[in-house]
């Protein structure tokens, strides 16, 4: 039974370049949550997507958006990168209270 | 609001001897409260979770962690460490009253355990 699955697992854009990060949740779960990882720092949740709608959404800019497919997966954009966009993006699935998270991509912006 | 405060930043313990990491919670309802683990370039490692019912709550690789109410805490144990054991430990809370699937994390806690 694959975990969480996220791709690509590493990526540099430039400023100002948009960017799509995929997450595809562990078998059975049918909702999917991002965080974002800065350096050093504890992940902050982006948003929520359950039922292919966006759910419950985190302190960040309408530039970050999402999407989720009927068979569960995710997409997280992000438009008009920024330095600051640079961390570890992770997605979390679950089917109750606890979320499991993927491995992450590390974004890069220069 | 609800926030999450690790007051440690790193925990140094020799190997075999017993661990704590802190974690207190600030929610406005009830908690759900959780601990994760993070290896270097990984993602993070479920542990436990605390959702209702016994305050001190069994989870994987030998960790606990208890409850206690009236201190806000969720303290992380182990009674005797290895040296595996070294990484960056998230302490999360979700309130219970709350829709959502949102967790709020603390800043994270590196152990480090010496041979």
């Known amino acids: 039974d694959a975990g969480v699955t996220q791709s690509p697992t590493h990526l540099i854009k430039t400023r100002g370049q948009q960017v799509t990060l995929r997450c595809s949740p562990k078998?059975?779960?049918?909702?999917v949550s991002w965080y974002q990882q800065a350096l050093g720092q504890g992940p902050q949740f982006i948003f929520q997507y359950y039922e292919e709608e966006e759910r419950q959404r985190g302190n960040f800019p309408d530039r970050f958006s999402g999407h989720q497919f009927p068979n569960y997966s995710s997409e997280l954009n992000v438009n008009a990168l920024l330095l600051g966009d640079s961390a570890l993006y992770l997605c979390?699935?679950?089917?109750?209270?606890?979320?499991?998270f993927g491995p992450g991509t590390r974004l890069l912006v220069l | 609001a609800q926030s999450v405060a690790q007051p440690e930043d790193q925990v140094n313990v020799a190997e075999g001897n017993p661990l704590t990491v802190k974690c207190t919670y600030s929610v406005s309802g009830n908690p759900y409260l959780f601990w994760y683990v993070q290896y270097p370039n990984r993602g993070l490692q479920f542990l436990l979770k605390?959702?209702?019912?016994?305050?001190l709550v069994k989870g994987s690789y030998g960790f606990e962690a208890e409850f206690n109410k009236s201190q806000t805490s969720f303290h992380l144990k182990k009674p005797s460490a290895l040296v595996s054991d070294s990484a960056l430990y998230f302490c999360a809370v979700r309130d219970r009253e709350d829709a959502g699937n949102m967790l709020t994390f603390g800043g994270g806690t590196r152990l480090m355990v010496k041979p």
């Open positions: 979390a699935s679950s089917l109750g209270r606890a979320q499991y």
């Open positions: 078998s059975g779960h049918d909702t």
């Open positions: 605390y959702i209702t019912g016994d305050n």
